[in-house]
């Protein structure tokens, strides 16, 4: 129901793109452009760890301090396709980064309030 694509291999600085196509339903029977949407991220021998989420009109958005100021979550709710702008690269963002639909339509920062997982795309960032 969610593919993630958009990771690579970059210098520190760079940027990437995420995106994230979004099909079907999930959660109480709502369709995915209907639910808040994250994005995680999971570097090797760590947890999975929260980085952004939107709400469902996408008005509304939430950062980890970590990416604050340098990533930007958004959606097109038409495609159906969630992003994850992210700038000013560093080598700690190094992860397989993963989109999520929300169990409701509000954000959350919470990975168990995430009911649809895509497979993550790989970003390795290099000093």
């Known amino acids: 129901q969610l593919q993630a694509s958009g990771g690579g291999s970059v210098q520190a600085g760079a940027s990437l793109r995420l995106s994230c196509a979004a099909s079907?339903?999930?959660?109480?029977?709502?369709?995915?452009?209907?639910?808040?949407m994250g994005w995680f991220r999971q570097a090797p021998g760590k947890e999975r760890e929260f980085v952004a989420s939107?709400?469902?009109?996408?008005?509304?958005?939430q950062y980890s301090d970590f990416v604050k100021g340098r990533f930007t979550i958004s959606r097109d709710n038409a495609k159906n396709t969630l992003y994850l702008q992210m700038n000013d690269l560093k080598p700690e963002d190094t992860a397989v980064y993963y989109c999520?639909?929300?169990?409701?339509?509000?954000?959350?920062?919470?990975?168990?309030?995430?009911?649809?997982w895509g497979r993550g795309t790989l970003v390795t960032v290099s000093s």
């Open positions: 999520a639909a929300g169990r409701t339509a509000t954000m959350s920062t919470l990975v168990d309030n995430y009911v649809a």
């Open positions: 079907g339903r999930a959660g109480y029977g709502r369709t995915l452009s209907n639910n808040g």
């Open positions: 939107i709400n469902w009109r996408g008005g509304l958005t």
